[in-house]
């Protein structure tokens, strides 16, 4: 299991704080299944986003 979080900060024509978090639970023989979050919140504005992402390579 690997996980992975962190913030980055963008200064478009406001300040915005973007956090995001992954984590994977299985990356192993080609599939990889992975947990995943993403905001970001501005003066005015948030949005919040995630979903599972599974993936095979073959």
Known sequence: MEARVGLRVVGDAETSLIPFASVDF?????LSICAEY??????????????VRVRLEF
């Open 38 to 51: 993403r905001g970001r919140f501005a003066s005015d504005y948030q949005s919040h986003s995630g979903g």
């Open 26 to 30: 299985v990356n192993e023989g080609g």
